[in-house]
């Protein structure tokens, strides 16, 4: 039963990580898709604004 035990665990996380890939690849694009761009283009540009704004300080 010692091999039982051993291989459990290694299956059970195989089982895990399948799921949480199949949720990855089921969730990109779709109706959120464009949402989702938004909010990183976004973002981004916060993140650029800020860094233009701290580098026109310095100078």
Same mark, same amino acid.
């Given at each position: 039963?010692?091999?039982?035990? &051993?291989?459990?665990?290694?299956? =059970?996380? #195989?089982?895990?990580?399948?799921?949480?890939?199949?949720?990855?690849?089921k969730t990109q694009g779709?109706?959120?898709? &464009?949402?989702?761009?938004?909010? =990183?283009? #976004?973002?981004?540009?916060?993140?650029?604004?800020?860094r233009q704004a701290s580098?026109?300080?310095?100078?």
């Amino acid at each position: 039963m010692d091999y039982v035990s &051993a291989l459990v665990p290694p299956v =059970v996380m #195989a089982v895990f990580f399948i799921g949480v890939i199949r949720v990855i690849v089921k969730t990109q694009g779709g109706a959120n898709k &464009a949402k989702e761009d938004a909010a =990183v283009d #976004a973002a981004l540009a916060r993140t650029q604004s800020a860094r233009q704004a701290s580098a026109g300080t310095d100078a």
